[in-house]
């Protein structure tokens, strides 16, 4: 079967979720393609496919890697001190998507997604007005903003938790 999806001329929540759904179906084929890599090697006794590594011990070393993930890019920044590491972030889609509007004036992706988004929601009291059509567009780049950090110390695990709705409204219509 051919699949094949064009940019459409217009970008809304929909085209958001029909890109991700033939994403998935190129990724299926791609994962079932290397499968069959792998299979391959093992046939060939090529079993052993690793490079060897070794943690540098000397200096400060700075290194990134990147990422393609269903939601945009995953960013990984590592700095090793003496075999240590002295700092380590990781930049998730979701922060790249929710960023505000940068130094050049240019509105992050959920911010732009919300622009200009017509609102069909109808309500003569703004106390409950929910903004069904604001937060339909920003779920529609499935955003992975709650989250749990998990610390271990030598005092154990210590666990903070951050649990908020990515569009700013809570549950309760607050």
């Known amino acids: 079967?051919?699949?094949?999806?064009?940019?459409?001329?217009?970008?809304?929540a929909f085209e958001r979720n029909r890109g991700r759904a033939y994403h998935l179906a190129l990724?299926?084929?791609?994962?079932f393609d290397n499968w069959l890599i792998g299979l391959d090697l093992l046939k060939q006794g090529k079993d052993k496919i690793h490079t060897p590594f070794e943690v540098p011990r000397k200096g400060m070393h700075?290194?990134?890697?990147f990422w393609g993930a269903g939601r945009g890019y995953l960013t990984h920044h590592l700095v090793l001190d003496?075999?240590?590491?002295?700092?380590?972030?990781i930049v998730t889609p979701s922060t790249w998507n929710a960023s505000p509007?940068?130094?050049?004036?240019?509105?992050?992706?959920y911010e732009e997604a919300v622009l200009n988004t017509p609102l069909l929601e109808e309500t003569d009291d703004p106390k409950q007005f929910k903004g069904i059509d604001i937060l339909r567009?920003?779920?529609?780049f499935d955003p992975c903003m709650p989250c749990t950090t998990h610390i271990h110390s030598d005092a154990g695990v210590i666990t903070r938790?951050?649990?908020?709705c990515a569009c700013g409204?809570?549950?309760?219509?607050?």
Not at 1 to 12: A, G, R, T
Not at 137 to 140: E, L
Not at 161 to 164: F, P
């Open 1 to 12: 079967m051919d699949l094949e999806w064009k940019i459409p001329p217009v970008w809304n």
């Open 27 to 31: 990724t299926t084929v791609v994962a």
């Open 62 to 65: 700075i290194g990134a890697g």
């Open 82 to 89: 003496r075999g240590a590491v002295a700092n380590y972030q």
């Open 101 to 109: 509007t940068d130094r050049w004036r240019q509105p992050g992706p």
């Open 137 to 140: 567009a920003i779920r529609s």
């Open 161 to 164: 938790e951050v649990n908020t």
């Open 169 to 174: 409204v809570d549950d309760d219509g607050g």
